[in-house]
């Protein structure tokens, strides 16, 4: 352990800690950090998603040097900032005819989807909200509140209802688990869930928290129908897998579906906090004073934002992670047929889960063994899922093919090492993970 992590456990709390290895950085630039041994990390998370381009990206510096050197304020709950304006008509460009409205700005996903659960309510007076089994919306009172992670510890809201998300793994074909999923939501809505008291309809176009889970083809679009059918407002929560990440700039565009309300977060500031949300005007301006935070549109991280969107355009970040992430996942599947412990590849762009099995099931042990020996051999990489046990891949949009082969090199010798049971167990002490 370093001298860095041990000094923080001597000053930092761990309510906001979710270790998987003892992990001190210093720095970083592009797709690695640097330790503070002096080691050069490959970083296959990401800081879970939010360094969107890679670390100390020279658009995002410029940018948030410049909006310092004259700084408009920190807020725009009493002043309007350009930024914060600028940003605003650039998103509303960038999503569904339906959702293009107004903006609400937040500092995280977490605070973005609970402004969006109390403002649904309140603005269709509808009581109810659905969502599924294994999302993860955020960790507030609110936005855990309308989530179905299990490794939450926070209460869900009385009016929501948690449905299946289709694991077309699980349950052994795509088909299988869109016509159970499907199935379950219109027995609801026939019994004890009235469509008409529903306000809207939360959806992870890729649930990645809950396991990367790729909904199976034409069931978001089947969603989408009852939703229109009903008046429901359909929600798509992009924190994670939006913004260019899937390979295509919104992951919903992947299932041909147009939401009415979009919500961004995580890679939007590329490193620095911020959060959108996008939808109707009737929605977005119910009230006035309804969700602030002090430094809510704080127009540096606007800023910082306008340059993640602009470089995701200039770049062809999307693209990028299209073609990078084609071959990250072929790499990936070309390593199952030498581990017995991987049993599924899966999800789109740079957005990818490899599930780890044995004979008894979810191989959560050996999954947090062989994030533990990743980083050992240099690669960050984070596991995810309601069993804990699915490798995550989010690294930076920018990622070379080169970077892609050599993570899943490390990820090859720690798997093996982990089948040979050259891992020691007991580090694994201190790192619950989740
Ligand atoms: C899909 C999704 N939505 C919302 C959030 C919450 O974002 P934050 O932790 O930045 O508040 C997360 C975080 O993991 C997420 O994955």
Known sequence: MSGLYARESRSVSKMAHLRFFPQAIVGGSGAYVTGDDGRQLLDFAASWGAASLGHAHPAVREAVNRALSDQAGASYLSAANEACVLLAEKLLSLVPERARGRVWFGHSGSDANETVARMVVAATGRSRIIAFEGAYHGGTVGSMAVSGHPAQQGARSPGLTLVPYPNSYAAGSPDAAKNAALAHIERLFATEVPPEDVAAFFIEPIQSDGGMLVPPDGFLKALEGLCREHGILLVSDEVKVGLGRSGRFNAFEHDGIEPDIVVFGKGLGGGLPISAVVGPEAILNHAVAFSLQTVHGNPVCAAAALAVLRTIERDGLAANAARSGKVLREALERLAPRHPLIGNVRGRGLALGVELIDG?????????????????????????????????????????????HKGVAILDQALADVAAGQVDESLLADFAGW
């Open 360 to 404: 008894h099931g979810p191989a959560a042990r050996q999954t947090a063994l062989t994030v533990y020996r990743a980083f050992q051999l240099g690669l960050v990489l984070y596991y995810v899922g309601v069993h804990s046990n699915v490798l995550e891949f989010t690294p930076p949009l920018t990622l070379t093919e080169s970077e892609a």
